[in-house]
């Protein structure tokens, strides 16, 4: 459902913002392109079945480069999955570095980013539940909270 008001987003503590994707650089490999494709839905069915693990939520868009933003509890829980030899990662990436590895046909790439209290911001206009605005609270962005500057000064 769509929230036509002006709203914005905390979540109480800290929080990791993961960036994930992956580009095709050679379009008709598909033998290639297309495993990779098909192991992030895999991992992320297997995070949202377990939220022991500290997966809190993600989102993705498709094009010849693709973005995914996960929302994980801690930085810890993060890497332990990345390493976990039961979890779908590893055999993914074990996967990757063998049919691939750097020879130029599929990149990947992903970003970290550990969030503090007070060092992030968000606006929701017009939209669904969306991003932070999933796994945190919604508060309506008026008053102290209309301009970005006041919501990071804690507005």
């Not at 598909?30 to 495993?35: D, I």
């Not at 810890?76 to 074990?94: F, G, I, M, S």
């Not at 007070?118 to 008053?143: D, R």
């Amino acid at each position: 459902m769509i929230n036509k008001k002006r709203v914005t987003a905390s979540f109480d503590g800290s929080f990791v913002v993961f960036l994930i994707g992956m580009r095709v650089n050679e379009p008709l490999k598909v033998h290639k392109w297309l495993p990779v494709v098909t192991a992030m839905p895999r991992m992320i069915k297997e995070l949202y079945r377990q939220p022991e693990l500290g997966f809190l939520n993600a989102e993705m868009w498709f094009s010849r480069t693709t973005v995914m933003v996960q929302y994980w509890r801690s930085m810890d829980q993060l890497l332990d999955y990345a390493k976990n030899r039961e979890a779908e990662h590893l055999p993914a990436w074990q996967a990757f570095n063998k049919a691939i590895g750097t020879d130029g046909s599929v990149g990947i790439w992903h970003e970290t980013y550990a969030v503090s209290p007070g060092c992030y911001e968000n606006i929701y206009v017009n939209m669904p539940p969306f991003g932070l605005g999933k796994i945190g609270s919604l508060q309506p962005a008026t008053g102290g909270r209309q301009s970005a500057a006041t919501r990071l000064r804690g507005g």
